[in-house]
């Protein structure tokens, strides 16, 4: 059964960071590619972070790029993201999965993170 369990959000002033982290079935992390999403109300949900599995290259939206981390702990199935001077435009429910994921595939019920001051 596949486990994608996200946590860390919450409530913080912009400039701020947050640390989130997402607990994954070992079978689904080992073997793929994997990414953090966010959604807001109306829009629909993009990726924003992507680690490959082997190399550990990584790939950001630009508007996170410089300011967001992904990566992730081989030896406990976690993925994380480091997000540091954030913004309210930052302000989402945020979600892993593999990267290129698609709304059918099976999500879990992500973490809400909120930039205000």
């Known amino acids: 059964q596949v486990q994608l369990v996200e946590s860390g959000g919450g409530l913080v002033q912009p400039g701020g960071s947050l640390r989130l982290s997402c607990a994954v079935s070992g079978s689904v992390f080992r073997s793929n590619d994997m990414g953090w999403y966010r959604q807001t109300p109306g829009k629909e949900r993009e990726l924003v972070a992507a680690i490959i599995s082997g190399s550990g290259v990584t790939r950001y939206k630009d508007s996170v790029n410089g300011r967001f981390a992904i990566s992730r702990d081989n030896a406990k199935n976690t993925l994380y993201l480091q997000m540091t001077s954030l913004k309210p435009e930052d302000t989402a429910v945020y979600y892993c999965?593999?990267?290129?994921?698609?709304?059918?595939?099976?999500w879990g019920k992500g973490t809400l993170v909120t930039v205000s001051s």
């Open positions: 999965n593999v990267a290129g994921a698609i709304e059918d595939d099976y």
